[in-house]
């Protein structure tokens, strides 16, 4: 008897979870509602936000959403995979590593807000620099601005599932390869890269998933101007970087509905995003332990 | 033909490479430490107990401290926890007993998915189902847009922490005829609890520094508050608020707080080491 209702309860408490985010998907929808009758379905996508007059199109801020994590996970790119051969191949133990792991650990847990802070007062003045003798109006705060921090940010996720990927490389294979007189760099850029190329890949996705929704720190570096962005060193605005700007300050309902269609767009992307890297790691571990 | 590459390049090809890849590990380093020496650098020389004890101060006033915002950041956190750490354990048991139900698997999938939501949507639910409803930004809604940040933490690390503990423990306690529930709250939760402590205390460290789903629920205020429906402020907002003034005064208490901040979410981790090591 005491077993049936402690199992209930527990499946219970899994129900109200699975609830939970279909309560979340469906306030969204419904809050936004008004906004994209306002205007009609055509023109959510269309590069006109005017709150007042009741235009909400979203372009721009997807455009600067996209261009800023894009730009930012190019840049990542080459660092976290040597990063991560770093740790998962050339120093695997002893106090190299284990200083290395707690830096990045700590970097993971600096709050957005604080990257942000930092940024004004150190990224911005040298990208002014930069900006000035590129002979283009120093702004200093920008896309590429926001896209650096991203950077320095994202680092850390891509890290730990590259690495934990790269040590999974059975290490037959890597012997083998030895013992027909390889060297290491052989190894790596043969055997080790190409067996781990699809960890690598959901590991870039996860964090690229990350990056689209990072708000604090995008929001004090971006410029925050609500026009389609024309160059990367101009400012822009990204999805979440507008809602943290407006969502406090908006006075009309309709105002209010048109930031949570901006949230709901947000979060389909993240969701289109997290799906699909979930997916390729479900299918690697699948290939990997059969 | 094959191609013929003498053993002197191979060597020199191995070596660039490695000097490559420690080059762009050791230059990706430079930020972090570049960061945390910047902030402790301009926040400790801030830290002291006028600065704790004091609230802040108006615009060309000296001094002021941050006391309103490390009580309601506590006030945040203690909130949060109690709403998303009940649930957030009972799932985790739930998914770690029932590993091959339908509604196991799609609870895990919504979890996960859960992980993934951007924070500042979080902060728009919280304000849809809290803020407007009661007319007010308030501390509960904030720790309400925190709790679903911190539920599938916590999930994943009770559901990762039970998975962990032998079958055999479980076995044994069924064999003796202790029922299932007991079993399962008497002996599994028990032997886990340091893990599931390490994953709630590593969760509050995550939650700690979140400021965006903050802007509109707990919204901030200048005064000392410690009532849940009041609007509070937190570290993360005065950070924020002051980061982006035009003032030097407030700039460097924000420093200050930025340190306070670090310092405490180091705290966290470390304690979270201690209590998993013993």
Redesign the interface.
């Known amino acids: 008897m005491?077993?049936r209702?402690?199992?209930r309860?527990?499946?219970l408490?899994?129900?109200?979870?699975?609830l939970?985010?279909a309560a979340?998907v469906l306030?969204?929808f419904w809050?936004s509602l008004p906004a994209i009758q306002e205007q009609g379905f055509t023109h959510i996508f269309s590069a006109n936000w005017e709150p007042n007059m009741g235009q909400f199109g979203s372009k721009p801020f997807i455009w600067g959403t996209l261009i800023t994590s894009f730009v930012a996970l190019l840049l990542s790119i080459?660092?976290s995979i040597?990063?991560a051969?770093?740790l998962g191949e050339?120093f695997k133990k002893g106090m190299i590593p284990s200083f290395?792991k707690s830096?990045?650990?700590?970097?993971a847990?600096?709050?957005?807000?604080?990257?942000?802070?930092?940024g004004?007062?150190?990224l911005v003045p040298i990208m002014r620099n930069v900006q000035e003798f590129f002979g283009i109006e120093p702004f200093g705060v920008g896309l590429l601005t926001a896209s650096i921090i991203l950077t320095?940010m994202i680092?850390p996720f891509s890290i730990s599932m590259a690495q934990e990927v790269i040590e999974m490389v059975p290490n037959d294979l890597k012997e083998a390869a030895y013992s027909l007189g390889a060297?290491?760099?052989?190894v790596?850029?043969k055997v080790i890269l190409p067996y781990s190329k699809s960890g690598i890949i959901a590991g870039t996705l996860l964090s690229f998933?990350r990056a689209?929704?990072?708000?604090?720190a995008v929001t004090?570096l971006i410029g925050n101007s609500n026009v389609m962005p024309s160059s990367l060193w101009g400012p822009g605005n990204t999805l979440?970087s507008v809602?943290?700007n407006e969502?406090?300050e908006a006075t009309h309902s309709l105002h209010v509905a048109g930031?949570?269609q901006l949230?709901l767009i947000?979060?389909l992307l993240?969701?289109v995003?997290?799906?699909v890297g979930?997916w390729i790691l479900r299918k690697l571990k699948h290939e990997l332990n059969p | 033909m094959i191609q013929k590459t003498s053993l002197e390049t191979l060597l020199i090809k191995n070596y660039l490479f490695k000097g490559l890849i420690v080059f762009l590990s050791l230059l990706m380093l430079l930020p972090l430490l570049f960061i945390l020496f910047f902030v402790l650098k301009n926040g400790i020389s801030q830290l002291s107990w006028a600065f704790l004890s004091e609230l802040p101060k108006p615009v060309g006033d000296t001094g002021g401290g941050v006391l309103n915002a490390w009580v309601g950041s506590l006030l945040l956190l203690a909130t949060t926890s109690v709403l998303s750490v009940p649930l957030g354990i009972w799932v985790g048991i739930y998914l770690s007993e029932a590993r091959n139900s339908k509604l196991a698997f799609c609870t895990r999938f919504c979890v996960d998915l859960l992980q993934g939501i951007p924070s500042i949507v979080m902060g728009i639910i919280a304000y849809i189902w809290v803020v407007v409803p009661s007319g007010h930004f308030s501390a509960f809604s904030g720790s309400v847009a925190l709790s679903l940040l911190m539920i599938p933490l916590i999930v994943t690390a009770t559901e990762e922490t039970l998975k962990l503990i032998p079958n055999t423990l479980k076995e044994a306690s069924l064999a003796l005829g202790v029922p299932y529930w007991k079993t399962v709250l008497k002996v599994l939760v028990p032997t886990g609890f340091n893990g599931i402590l390490t994953g709630i205390l590593l969760s509050l460290s995550r939650i700690a520094g979140e400021t965006a789903p903050l802007l509109f629920t707990a919204f901030g205020s200048p005064f000392l508050e410690t009532s849940i429906f009041k609007p509070v402020q937190s570290l993360p907002l005065l950070i924020f608020n002051y980061a982006t003034s035009p003032y030097e005064d407030w700039q460097r208490i924000g420093w200050g707080a930025s340190c306070l901040l670090i310092l405490s979410i180091l705290g966290f981790n470390i304690l979270a080491k201690v209590v998993k090591r013993s």
Request: charged fraction near 10%.
């Open positions: 005491a077993d209702i402690f199992k309860s527990l499946a408490s899994g129900f109200l979870v699975c939970l985010l979340i306030t969204l809050r080459p660092f040597a990063l051969i770093f050339y290395v830096c990045i650990h700590l970097l847990g600096i709050p957005s807000v604080i990257y942000g802070f930092w004004l007062f150190i320095i680092i060297t290491q760099y052989e790596i850029t998933g689209v929704g990072e708000t604090m004090m979440a809602i943290a969502f406090s930031l949570v949230g947000l979060f993240t969701f995003i997290n799906l979930k």
